[in-house]
Nanobody, 118 residues
């Protein structure tokens, strides 16, 4: 059974930091591209950051220079360090795992709320 379990969300003031973590189980973690997506009320889900099995990263323009995605294959976890948070970063953040190795597979976590407000 595949599970992606996010943690680390919460309420933070503008300019503050949060670190999200996603613990994966039931998959061969090292072959998956891991990503963080977010969805704000009334908006479509959007890619925030992704990291390939080889460690290449991709960021949304809105978070470049503020967010850092990292993966830890031995621990089968992926993290998202978020600094200099802005109110517009408020959203539910979702962990995603996807691969095309041996067939297409795509999995999602349940999401964790991040609220940036004073």
């Amino acid at each position: 059974q595949v599970q992606l379990v996010e943690s680390g969300g919460g309420l933070v003031q503008p300019g503050g930091s949060l670190r999200l973590s996603c613990a994966a189980s039931g998959i061969t973690f090292r072959i998956y591209t891991m990503g963080w997506y977010r969805q704000a009320p009334g908006k479509q889900r959007e890619l925030v950051a992704a990291i390939t099995p080889g460690g290449s990263t991709n960021y949304a323009d809105s978070v470049k220079g503020r967010f850092t995605i990292s993966r830890y294959n031995a621990e089968t976890t992926v993290s998202l360090q978020m600094n200099s948070l802005k109110p517009e970063d408020t959203a539910v953040y979702y962990c995603n795992a996807n691969t095309i190795v041996g067939g297409t597979a795509d999995y999602w976590g349940q999401g964790t709320q991040v609220t940036v407000s004073s």
